[in-house]
């Protein structure tokens, strides 16, 4: 049976697995970190990543745990109203809406579905690889050496891998802004009805400020602004009411409601120079480690899901490094034009200038007043995406569809 070494338990990594253990591969999934930890963090998935999930078995599980978005509003700091969507139009026009869940939850599922295929076993942990012989298939271990027919290089945004791979590519570069993240019961903002608490984004001048509820009346709360890189304050959830507390309600009262000791703070980085492929010899890359990208279109780990679907689709398992440059082409151009387009709007968002925020608010508003569903439309080439069609399970349509 032909073997594959997975380089990161994340969800690229944990979906790269997957994929290829239902494609016949024996698979081991290597994680650094010495035990699976919560990440305090939430996720939003896609109509594309559902259905790319969908071919791993596993979208009806996502949907089933997961709290579907419904309207969206894009809204100024002030409160004022911008542009929005709604996710019956989402269902109507991709089959799907947009779902959103614990980052954790997803890692779980995953991790879940690996253990079922292939025992718990496939997933080691506190597993550190030193060095990748792409070449010859080697992943080299503080435990050992392990040979490989393929190597999925899955080991994230600063991804050692990729520089082994492509040494003289410059890899992700600061994006200007800073990201916090944080998880906050919504029983401890006291406002009562969920639906004081709307999904929204909200964009200022240079920040953004988002909310999303999730099951379980959790709300996840992200928020950028530009800040210089490697940044950190004494009480986050202080700096944030300094740069958030003026912004329309309930955006202070759930910042008032956070755990300063669980909030997340971390730079930003893209891939502005494209890497030439996503493979060398035997080794594979997914996911951020390929196509880091800004979250402004909320796509960086629904692209992790569509590279692991293609590839376990492409990757030949009756010859070492078979598929791989059909791998690479099925991939660069679609990440490659994602990746500028979120950076396009991480540009937008981090606009200071008060004219020049003025402009960009204006122009969003009219536009959405001539076209109230814009910001569908826009997502058209991303969330139109569906996986090759014989690595779709055999089964009919989804409820009905």
Same mark, same amino acid.
């Given at each position: 049976?032909?073997?594959?070494?997975?380089? &990161?338990?994340?969800?690229?990594?944990?979906?790269?697995?997957?994929?290829?253990?239902?494609?016949?591969?024996?698979?081991?999934?290597?994680?650094?970190?010495?035990?699976?930890?919560?990440?305090?963090?939430?996720?939003?998935?896609?109509?594309?990543?559902?259905?790319? $999930?969908?071919?791993?078995? #596993?979208?009806?599980?996502?949907?089933?745990?997961? +709290? /579907?978005?419904?309207?969206?509003?894009?809204?100024?700091?002030?409160?004022?109203?911008?542009?929005?969507?709604?996710?019956?139009?989402?269902?109507?026009?991709?089959?799907?809406?947009?779902?959103?869940? #614990?980052?954790?939850?997803?890692?779980?599922?995953?991790?879940?579905?690996?253990?079922?295929?292939?025992?718990?076993?496939?997933?080691?942990?506190? !597993?550190?690889?030193?060095?990748?012989? !792409?070449?010859?298939?080697?992943?080299?271990?503080?435990?050992?050496?392990?040979?490989?027919?393929?190597?999925? !290089?899955?080991?994230?945004?600063?991804?050692?891998?990729?520089?082994?791979?492509?040494?003289?590519?410059?890899?992700?570069?600061?994006?200007?802004?800073?990201?916090?993240?944080?998880? =906050?019961?919504?029983?401890?903002?006291?406002? &009562?009805?969920?639906?004081?608490?709307?999904?929204?984004?909200?964009? &200022?001048?240079?920040?953004?400020?988002?909310?999303?509820? $999730? /099951? &379980?009346?959790?709300?996840?709360?992200?928020?950028?602004?530009? /800040?210089?890189?490697?940044?950190?304050? /004494?009480?986050?959830?202080?700096?944030?009411?300094?740069?958030?507390?003026?912004?329309?309600?309930?955006?202070?009262? $759930?910042?008032?409601?956070?755990?300063?000791?669980?909030?997340?703070?971390?730079?930003?980085?893209?891939?502005?120079?494209?890497?030439?492929?996503?493979?060398?010899?035997?080794?594979?890359?997914?996911?951020?480690?390929? +196509?880091?990208?800004?979250?402004? $279109?909320?796509?960086?780990?629904?692209?992790?899901?569509?590279?692991?679907? =293609?590839?376990?689709?492409? !990757?030949?398992?009756?010859?070492?490094?078979?598929?791989?440059?059909?791998?690479?082409?099925?991939?660069?151009?679609?990440?490659?034009?994602?990746?500028?387009?979120?950076?396009?709007?991480?540009?937008?968002?981090?606009?200071?200038?008060?004219?020049? =925020?003025? #402009?960009?608010?204006?122009?969003?508003?009219? =536009?959405?007043?001539?076209?109230?569903?814009?910001? #569908?439309?826009?997502?058209?080439?991303?969330?139109?995406?569906?996986?090759?069609?014989?690595?779709?399970?055999?089964?009919?349509?989804?409820?009905?569809?």
């Amino acid at each position: 049976m032909a073997r594959a070494v997975v380089i &990161g338990g994340g969800v690229g990594g944990l979906s790269a697995g997957v994929a290829l253990l239902r494609k016949g591969w024996d698979v081991t999934v290597l994680e650094r970190a010495p035990a699976v930890e919560p990440v305090g963090s939430g996720l939003a998935i896609a109509a594309n990543a559902l259905k790319a $999930l969908d071919a791993l078995g #596993l979208g009806d599980r996502v949907r089933a745990l997961a +709290h /579907a978005e419904g309207p969206m509003a894009l809204r100024r700091a002030d409160g004022r109203l911008l542009t929005g969507t709604t996710e019956e139009a989402a269902d109507s026009a991709y089959g799907d809406s947009v779902v959103v869940m #614990l980052r954790a939850t997803l890692l779980d599922i995953l991790a879940d579905a690996l253990a079922a295929a292939s025992g718990p076993g496939c997933l080691r942990l506190d !597993a550190t690889v030193t060095e990748v012989d !792409a070449e010859r298939g080697v992943v080299r271990t503080a435990a050992g050496d392990l040979e490989a027919d393929l190597v999925v !290089a899955a080991d994230g945004i600063h991804s050692l891998t990729r520089r082994a791979l492509f040494p003289g590519h410059p890899g992700p570069v600061y994006a200007g802004v800073t990201v916090w993240r944080a998880l =906050v019961p919504l029983e401890d903002v006291r406002l &009562g009805d969920p639906s004081r608490v709307p999904r929204s984004e909200s964009w &200022g001048r240079g920040a953004v400020f988002g909310i999303q509820l $999730l /099951a &379980g009346d959790v709300v996840y709360l992200y928020a950028t602004d530009v /800040a210089p890189p490697g940044g950190a304050a /004494a009480d986050e959830r202080e700096e944030l009411l300094r740069r958030f507390g003026g912004w329309h309600e309930p955006i202070p009262a $759930l910042l008032r409601a956070a755990d300063p000791a669980r909030i997340i703070r971390g730079d930003i980085y893209s891939h502005t120079t494209p890497l030439p492929a996503y493979h060398r010899d035997k080794v594979a890359l997914v996911g951020d480690a390929a +196509h880091a990208m800004t979250p402004n $279109l909320g796509q960086g780990a629904c692209q992790a899901i569509e590279d692991a679907v =293609v590839l376990g689709h492409l !990757a030949d398992p009756s010859r070492p490094g078979g598929g791989l440059a059909a791998y690479s082409a099925a991939r660069t151009e679609r990440t490659t034009r994602i990746v500028r387009r979120s950076m396009t709007l991480c540009r937008m968002s981090r606009l200071r200038n008060p004219v020049a =925020v003025w #402009l960009r608010d204006s122009a969003v508003a009219a =536009v959405g007043r001539l076209s109230p569903d814009l910001m #569908l439309r826009s997502m058209d080439e991303v969330l139109r995406w569906r996986p090759p069609a014989e690595a779709v399970p055999s089964r009919g349509p989804r409820d009905g569809r």
